[in-house]
């Protein structure tokens, strides 16, 4: 015990060799040595994170007597020879065109693992890649493209504060088996994207600028641009050049509260436009195996985006409807209806139907926002990944036209009857909500044709893989029975009957009778449909004509 206590809390920096017998006491002995080329911050936040897990690290610097202070004293700071001689596995984490000053280490580095790490400084699309320039410089080490996509701050944090993945590609399956389980013992979760031809589209990923927003942000500036001219020229320039009223005050809070509902409702439209396009195209063609056009495909891949922008511009409408009461407009207003009503005598302006359609349109609002709230929410990854695909379907889709559809209510009670006004047709131009309106109601009654049964069961089938061109039997699993719409196979079969090499017997003929009129005409009391008689038909003939001959 007095031992103990005269042991020092804290162990000044071992000194020379110490400090590597204290690292191999720490690491684990069956790990690799890891070495490290590059003394940046990349390097110093990777030997900590290395060091942290259990590693045994070398770092190789030109000038290793200045950078030693910058690293943990468990990791060894040596020359760049030392370093590739030393090492096990060897992070390249110096810049792409200083890879040509490490040829002479190509006989340190010979039969090593090579992991390149370097980003390129613009989108490179027709190669070669870093990492392939470096797989030329070194062919006798095996190269890895991975961790460019993780910065400094990830690595020093661990992936509680950064990104989880880790995308690896190789040549070679066990050099790229030994980094993936170096990602894991780091806390990352590595992603196989195949061989080194594939480091062009890693080393392009941290350089993309929200690619996949540009076409849903476009779309939102011009429809905000387009929306607010047409309420500039309706509520401020009209009153101005009609009567020389000045209504300019309302352009930044009035006139912007207007056009951002009507931008959110067009925006929310267009998400699900596109599954109706392709549904009806589907439907048109008869198949699923068509590909869609690629302005359709882009639409698609960005209605997560779509709705996004959608919900800001949501949210921004109901902030900027709270703060409506709060403009000394609105109070000087107050006033002048308070003075008008005390000067005509009025004790009570209750109006039940303007009482009603403001109640009602608020809380159709309010449930709008809310559903897009769950939305937005949802469309988080995290989120996601923790909902089944029926789950994430139904909030995306049912809840979602469930959205779509109070946002139209919402905006049809604001209307109520005001497209009917001739008023506010100003400047001959109808009010901004029946333009609004347009989209909407259009998404909504092409969702209502896919809901009828005849429609919505064809649709069923083709995304299950029926084809309007192979008339095969096809069976839904829900159905509990045969679907038989293969007509040219059931006239197919009537014609086999009358060719058979014997006359079937009585009883089969009438069966073959009652099947034939179900199928035809649909009013024999058989206790089956038309489809499931066609079917029953075409295996009773496939029946005879075993049996009999054909």
């Not at 897990?53 to 060894?76: C, D, H, I, M, N």
């Not at 596995?89 to 693992?113: C, I, Q, R, Y």
């Not at 995308?167 to 066990?174: A, N, T």
């Not at 036209?401 to 109808?430: E, K, N």
Request: some cysteine; aromatic content about 10%; glycine content about 6%.
């Amino acid at each position: 015990m007095p031992d103990e206590m005269s042991r020092p809390l804290i162990r000044g920096r071992p000194e020379g060799g110490a400090s590597r017998r204290l690292e191999a006491s720490m690491s684990d002995p069956g790990a690799p040595l890891v070495g490290i080329l590059g003394t940046g911050d990349f390097s110093r936040s990777l030997a900590r994170r290395l060091v942290a897990s259990g590693y045994q690290v070398v770092v190789g610097s030109r000038t290793p007597k200045r950078s030693v202070a910058l690293f943990p004293e468990e990791a060894e700071v040596t020359s760049q020879m030392e370093a590739a001689s030393q090492a096990d596995l060897v992070f390249v984490a110096v810049f792409p065109e200083h890879h040509s000053t490490l040829v002479e280490l190509k006989p340190a580095l010979a039969g090593k693992t090579l992991v390149d790490v370097s980003n390129g400084l613009r989108i490179n699309l027709d190669g070669p890649s870093n990492a392939e320039r470096l797989a030329d410089l070194f062919p006798e080490s095996s190269v890895v493209k991975g961790f460019n996509t993780i910065s400094a701050w990830s690595l020093q944090m661990g992936p509680r504060d950064g990104s989880r993945q880790v995308y690896l590609c190789s040549d070679s399956s066990k050099a790229k088996t030994s980094v993936m389980q170096l990602c894991r013992r780091l806390g990352f979760i590595p992603v196989d994207m195949g061989l080194l031809s594939s480091s062009l589209e890693l080393e392009n990923l941290p350089l993309y600028l929200f690619p996949s927003w540009r076409l849903p942000i476009l779309c939102m500036l011009c429809l905000f641009v387009f929306f607010y001219l047409y309420n500039f020229l309706r509520d401020v320039l009209q009153p101005y050049v009609t009567t020389g009223k000045s209504a300019f005050y309302k352009m930044p809070i009035e006139t912007v509260n207007v056009t951002l509902p009507s931008v959110a409702l067009v925006l929310i439209s267009l998400v699900y436009l596109p599954g109706l396009c392709a549904a009806f195209l589907q439907l048109w063609w008869g198949t699923k195996y068509n590909r869609f056009p690629n302005w359709l495909d882009r639409w698609l891949t960005r209605r997560k985006q779509f709705g996004l922008c959608s919900f800001l511009c949501a949210v921004l409408h109901a902030i900027y409807s709270l703060c409506l009461p709060m403009r000394k407009s609105a109070r000087y207003k107050l006033l002048d209806q308070a003075f008008k009503q005390v000067k005509a005598g009025t004790e009570e302006s209750w109006v039940d139907e303007e009482v009603w359609r403001m109640e009602l349109y608020l809380s159709a609002g309010i449930m709008a926002l809310g559903l897009l709230s769950l939305l937005a929410v949802t469309s988080l990854p995290s989120v996601a990944n923790a909902v089944n695909w029926r789950e994430f379907t139904f909030i995306q889709s049912s809840l979602g036209y469930s959205a779509l559809s109070m946002a139209t209510v919402h905006t049809l009670l604001f209307g109520w009857d005001r497209a009917f006004d001739p008023a506010q047709y100003r400047f001959h131009l109808p009010p901004t909500f029946i333009l609004v309106l347009i989209l909407p109601l259009a998404v909504l009654l092409g969702r209502l044709a896919l809901f009828v049964p005849c429609v919505a069961r064809r649709l069923k089938q083709i995304r299950r893989g029926w084809e309007k061109s192979r008339h095969i039997r096809f069976t839904l699993p829900d159905d509990g029975c045969r679907n038989g719409l293969e007509d040219e196979s059931f006239e197919r079969a009537v014609e086999e009957v009358k060719v058979l090499k014997q006359r079937p017997n009585n009883g089969e003929l009438g069966e073959l009778y009652g099947l034939y009129k179900q199928a035809t005409v649909g009013d024999v009391n058989i206790g089956i449909s038309k489809d499931e008689a066609m079917i029953a038909y075409i295996d009773l003939v496939e029946m005879l004509k075993k049996k009999i001959g054909f």
